[in-house]
């Protein structure tokens, strides 16, 4: 049987590779913000913050910027990208020195082909070049596709964020805590 990723290379990101993976950054903000838009931002210039950001991130030693591109009649088209650092320990989170997992993402046509596997292996082996003895990852609640292939590939469950907002009128009531709402048909607390 043929490697389906026979035409696919993972390589750091190329400056040409930039507008690319900031479109696929920008998607995966909005995803981000479409699933809950109280805890992710989006700005009207996203493709732009991004392509600054991941240009600026090319250059620091600690940063690793890959691109998954699929190799067709002599060209190169960026199909995925993920970016992750070496972040020192961390008191707040209690996390010691690792590698921190930041944005993956793949092109819709791309995906079920094992083209994020290659991008997470590539980011974790160049994380430990760099020094890390471990790699973080966080993925959306809502991404069980995403949860079970970081799984598939040893990553374990360590945290899980949650978020209220400060102020009640902006909660609604799906962000009121528990001992404030009440069941239908069970008697209110006195």
Not at 42 to 53: C, D, K, R
Not at 131 to 160: C, H, S
């Amino acid at each position: 049987m043929p490697d389906a990723n026979a035409d696919v290379a993972v390589r750091p990101a190329l400056a040409g590779d930039l507008l690319a993976c900031a479109r696929l950054g920008a998607r995966l903000a909005r995803w981000h913000h479409a699933v809950d838009p109280r805890r992710f931002f989006v700005t009207p210039s996203l493709e732009e913050g991004y392509a600054w950001w991941l240009g600026k991130e090319r250059r620091n030693p600690r940063a690793v910027v890959l691109a998954a591109v699929r190799r067709a009649r002599g060209r190169e088209k960026v199909v995925g990208y993920a970016y992750g650092r070496v972040e020192p320990r961390d008191w707040n989170t209690l996390r010691d020195r690792c590698g921190v997992g930041i944005d993956l993402i793949v092109e819709p046509a791309a995906r079920g082909r094992g083209v994020g596997r290659l991008l997470v292996e590539e980011l974790v082996r160049r994380l430990a070049e760099k020094g890390a003895p471990r790699v973080v990852i966080q993925v959306a609640a809502r991404n069980g596709k995403a949860r079970e292939v970081f799984a598939g590939l040893g990553f374990r469950p360590t945290m899980l964020e949650m978020t209220i907002e400060a102020t009640p009128a902006r909660r609604g009531s799906a962000g009121s805590p528990p001992s404030r709402r009440r069941r239908a048909g069970s008697p209110a607390r006195r």
